[in-house]
């Protein structure tokens, strides 16, 4: 286990056995006030195999683990990657999330809103890689229609309508030779 964000001690967590007494749908969970966030993955390959079947449960089942900690005064909630995971932690990897709240606070008086989910930065760098690819795919096809543009003003300026209307009905039976006149123009 690691922290992700609140108050929480990193060595509480390190060598504790999680023992799942019970489940919990997600609604329940979002009643609680957060103390913190934790994000858990199996301590090695020979657990993989069950920390995946059991992420699998609970998402199928969606549903939260529900782990008693410190003589029950805390709750930690277990919930698999899913759409409302998202909501807490965003990360492409699969790790479990552990959602920490004090059992022993009335839920009915907890209006605290969900501060807003925590990105990791794996999920960082893979958005802003596609807004990049985005930016560039949108300054090429800008770039392109501001060549076609100064093609066919070229075009106005040097033949007549009638040798217009032409090349305007060409374009529009053949969408690829407004790149071939944009490759043309290039040379």
Do not use: W
Not at 79 to 91: G, M, T
Not at 143 to 161: A, I, R, T
């Amino acid at each position: 286990m690691y922290k992700i964000r609140g108050n929480i001690d990193d060595t509480y967590f390190k060598e504790i056995t999680l023992n799942v007494v019970n489940r919990i749908q997600y609604e329940e969970v979002m009643k609680k006030r957060e103390l913190g966030l934790v994000a858990i993955s199996p301590q090695s390959i020979t657990q993989k195999e069950n920390f995946d079947s059991f992420s699998n449960y609970l998402q199928e089942k969606q549903r939260c683990g529900v782990i008693n900690l410190s003589d029950n005064k805390y709750t930690l909630y277990i919930v698999s990657p899913c759409e409302f995971s998202k909501q807490f932690y965003v990360n492409p990897k699969k790790h479990l999330l552990g959602i920490l709240v004090d059992a022993n606070i009335d839920p009915s008086r907890t209006d605290t809103p969900i501060p807003p989910p925590v990105i990791s930065l794996t999920e960082k760098r893979r958005l802003l890689s596609k807004n990049r690819k985005n930016d560039n795919a949108k300054k090429e096809k800008d770039s392109e229609q501001d060549k076609f543009k100064k093609l066919q003003q070229e075009l106005k300026n040097n033949l007549d309508e009638d040798k217009i209307k032409n090349v305007e009905e060409l374009i529009k039976q053949n969408p690829d030779f407004k790149s071939i006149i944009a490759k043309l123009s290039n040379s």
